[in-house]
């Protein structure tokens, strides 16, 4: 358990910085691609194009608390 736990506080979140986002995360890209394949399988009530505007939304506002 000490080897999990000591000195993970200094570790690096490394998946809300944009330069690592196709390794660390997905590109808008991948998250429009896997939306409008499902959307082909399981209707939203919105479009794809609404729901990438939403998410992009919360990211800002996730951005915004991260740098606050």
Do not use: W
């Amino acid at each position: 358990m000490n080897d999990l736990t000591s000195g993970f506080n200094i570790g690096t979140n490394y998946t809300l910085n944009p330069q690592f986002n196709e390794m660390t995360g997905f590109t808008e890209k991948d998250v429009r691609d896997m939306l409008e394949y499902y959307s082909t399988t399981c209707p939203f009530n919105h479009s794809v194009d609404k729901l990438i505007e939403l998410i992009a939304f919360l990211l800002r506002n996730a951005d915004h608390q991260r740098n606050a």
